[in-house]
């Protein structure tokens, strides 16, 4: 039903392709501009509800909620950035997106809750740094959102329950 690209590794063909294909959604346009493996979506058009996108009546795409404070962009959907950042910030930043759009997606990757898994030798202290640092905390911080998320009264919905509930006839069918 929905797809998400390695590194974020989306254009427009690539939206095409994956609605001839049957996918309803797709969650690869991270608007974080300072990374530079992500790659760029523009022209997405008006949203239906804020990062959430009809493309081509096909497929919808879900953008990745980043945190602006005057020109500086903090990620918050999740992954290296949900590990990196100090918990209590996190969920700070996690309240100010639901405040500000109603709603919160976030991704996480099943090795990141494996902190014995077994070590690659990255080139470079980055990219080890990135991929290891914080994974014995995923799962406790993990907790303390979803007791925080739960606290304000949230709903937890999978992407597709969630395109239901969106206005009927603005999500991708």
Known sequence: MGYRAPSFSINHEHLAILAESGYRY??????FTLHDRYAR??????????????????IT????PVER?????L???????????????FRRLVRRAIARDGHYIMYLHSWEFDSEMPRVKFPGFG??????????LTASRMRAL?????SMQTRFLTVSEFLEDL???RAAA
């Open 146 to 150: 979803v007791t925080m998320l739960t």
């Open 127 to 136: 990219l080890r740094f990135r991929h290891y640092n914080n994974l014995s």
């Open 41 to 58: 979506l523009d022209n997405l058009g008006t949203p239906l509800s804020p990062g959430v996108y009809p493309t081509n009546g096909h």
């Open 167 to 169: 206005p009927r006839g």
């Open 75 to 89: 990620p918050i959907s999740g992954g290296g950035y949900f590990r990196l950042y100090p918990g209590a910030l």
């Open 26 to 31: 797709d969650s690869s346009f991270h608007p």
């Open 69 to 73: 404070f005057g020109r500086l962009q």
């Open 61 to 64: 795409e879900l953008a990745l």
